[in-house]
């Protein structure tokens, strides 16, 4: 039986400039009860993408979220944004075992989707 790879990953594209968003810090987090609790934090790279967000092997099923810290990426290219940061949360359910969360963003906005 082939082994098959668990993985949470994201891309982020700029809409302002139509290109990838790099550097850009990317938390994920998995809801226990009624707190939040941290799993990974990366940074996208010159492609504005996480490869890999989930630690380890394990993907339980569950309410999860990447947070993305958009203030200090618009600051950087001295833009005034309206969002500090975007907050994705989205269920994991049995036998999902990778998962594509994009991100459409601009200084005023954004938009999301299940990737594949």
């Known amino acids: 039986m082939a082994f098959a790879m668990k993985r949470i990953t994201t891309h982020i594209l700029d809409l302002n400039g139509g290109k990838p968003a790099s550097d850009v810090p990317v938390r994920l987090e998995r809801q226990e009860g009624e707190r939040w609790l941290p799993l990974h934090s990366a940074r996208t790279d010159h492609d ?9 092997e394990d993907l339980p099923p569950g309410l999860y979220r990447l947070i993305f810290e958009t203030e200090s990426y618009f600051q950087r290219l001295q833009i005034a944004s309206f969002y500090p ?8 359910r049995e036998g999902d075992s990778q998962l594509h969360i994009p991100l459409l963003l601009n200084a005023n906005g954004y938009t999301t989707y299940r990737g594949s």
Do not use: S
Not at 85 to 92: A, G, P, Q
């Open 48 to 56: 504005g993408r996480c490869w890999q967000l989930l630690p380890g």
């Open 85 to 92: 940061f975007v907050e994705i949360t989205f269920h994991v």
